[in-house]
């Protein structure tokens, strides 16, 4: 693994913050145990900006300390948390936002944040709950994918208005002009 | 705010306090890992009342966390239901045999089997719950970032996690900063809006808390680099303490436990102990 840069270090502490104070305030969905999480929208945004291994580690930490200060621990989607991170981080690699931002550049985003999360909760967590927990498999799928569909739809809004937002205010290259 | 349902540490005088913070890491994954992979009856219940004896050792009181023990309550009480609705069989399948107590209406019977299974299910989590919140409520959060540093976690990740954990207050009064004043200009985060109006006004609320992240980001890391954090391969920690005879015994007693309940859960070659056989 490359080293972590300091500036990634402190990107994934302040993330994990974020996540966990925005975990906390989440809206019911009519589904138990299942939320529409402004968490996952600044997740993807902090994973466009700052790359795959803080999106993961942002994800894995925040979701942690969410669970762990609750109940216990649900590891499943602990691990499809810090997945969704990792997916949106790395689909988005190489697309740099602090250049301004066009209509390919969201649609790259939303691609990459509607398979991250469709991934991870319609197959990475119910998966592993099954390996972990063995409850039935269709409460595990409906679920997932209930999960799913909200946060795309959260992260997809939410995430989206954010990030062109931020655009706006990062002050692009040359763009001062010299006066005649 | 929902302040009150979060945990933190809560200073006592006790045995667990008294162990380090790797220690209690260790103990912590290595309890979860334990529970995950078993399905055991027996096991279960021997975990379950090592963990209420655990919870009696270290003196943190009922009272400290019952806002948490009543959200794990409704989790559980929410998961076990829909469990029920969606395979009221389940258990059936599971353990292969069928004793009908009770017949409610169409397919939702209840059965000897998906009850016992509930009680396996929810004893899994249970045995878990006390270890967790032990391990919030004992462990000094500046000490937590020196333990996983300890157990081989790099020192960068160390030290991202003890950033989270130090700026989760200061991200909170932001948030409610934020929050007050954006109600004061008419944004309704509230049940009374529609769901999508609510979800563009959470952006309101949310765009200055980012960017101010974002500064604070800018400023940290400055800081740090102007210190000269990430030159060395290696880190020592302020907080660290040495393992003593107390901790040994601790981790070996939780290494002990997972090697029982992996002999006693795969003894017979199924993860179940099934008592109607």
Not at chain 1, 101 to 130: E, M, S, Y
Not at chain 2, 156 to 161: A, D, F, L, P, W
Not at chain 2, 208 to 235: C, D, H, W, Y
């Amino acid at each position: 693994m490359k080293k972590l840069s300091v500036k990634s270090v402190v990107a994934i502490g302040i993330g994990a913050a974020l996540f966990f104070v925005l975990g906390k305030i989440s809206i019911p969905t009519p589904v138990p145990n299942t939320y529409i999480s402004l968490q996952y929208a600044i997740q993807a945004v902090f994973a466009t900006l700052f790359g795959p291994i803080a999106g993961l580690l942002i994800g894995f930490v925040g979701h942690t300390l969410i669970d762990a200060t609750s109940y216990g621990p649900w590891w499943s989607w602990i691990i499809a948390s810090a997945f969704a991170g990792l997916v949106i981080g790395l689909v988005t690699m190489k697309m740099d936002v602090n250049e301004g931002i066009d209509t390919k550049k969201i649609v790259r985003f939303n691609a990459a944040q509607a398979v991250a999360h469709l991934l991870a909760w319609g197959l990475v967590a119910p998966c592993l709950d099954i390996l972990i927990y063995k409850e039935p498999i269709e409460k595990l799928f409906v679920q997932g994918l209930v999960a799913g569909v909200s946060n795309v739809l959260t992260t997809g809004i939410v995430g989206t208005l954010l990030l062109i937002a931020y655009a706006k205010t990062v002050v692009k290259k040359g763009s001062l002009s010299k006066e005649d | 705010m929902a302040k009150a349902a979060i945990l933190s540490y809560i200073k006592r005088d006790s045995f667990v306090h008294e162990l380090t913070g790797t220690t209690k890491l260790i103990f912590f994954i290595l309890w979860s890992v334990a529970s995950m992979i078993t399905y055991d009856t027996r096991v279960l219940v021997c975990m379950l009342f090592m963990s209420v004896v655990i919870f009696k050792i270290s003196k943190i009181k009922i009272k400290d966390i019952s806002v948490v023990l009543g959200l794990a309550a409704i989790f559980l009480i929410m998961n076990n239901l829909f469990v029920y609705l969606f395979s009221p069989e389940y258990g059936v399948g599971l353990y292969g045999s069928r004793t009908v107590v009770l017949t409610i209406a169409g397919p939702y019977t209840i059965t000897l089997q998906q009850l016992f299974y509930h009680l396996n299910m929810t004893m899994k989590v249970i045995c878990v719950v006390p270890v967790a919140l032990l391990f919030i409520a004992c462990t000094d959060p500046s000490e937590f970032a020196a333990s996983l540093a300890n157990i081989g976690v790099s020192y960068r990740i160390g030290y991202s996690v003890s950033l989270a954990l130090r700026y989760i207050p200061d991200v909170q009064r932001e948030y409610h900063n934020i929050s007050q004043a954006q109600q004061a200009r008419g944004i309704d985060l509230s049940g009374k809006d529609k769901l999508f109006t609510r979800m563009k006004n959470s952006v309101a609320i949310l765009l200055p808390l980012v960017l101010s992240s974002l500064n604070r980001i800018e400023t940290i890391s400055n800081a740090m680099e102007l210190r000269g954090f990430g030159k060395n391969k290696k880190r020592t920690w302020y907080r660290l303490r040495r393992m003593t005879g107390k901790d040994w015994f601790v981790v070996v007693f939780v290494a002990a436990v997972l090697v029982i309940d992996l002999l006693v859960t795969f003894w017979d070659g199924s993860r179940y102990y099934n008592p109607f056989l």
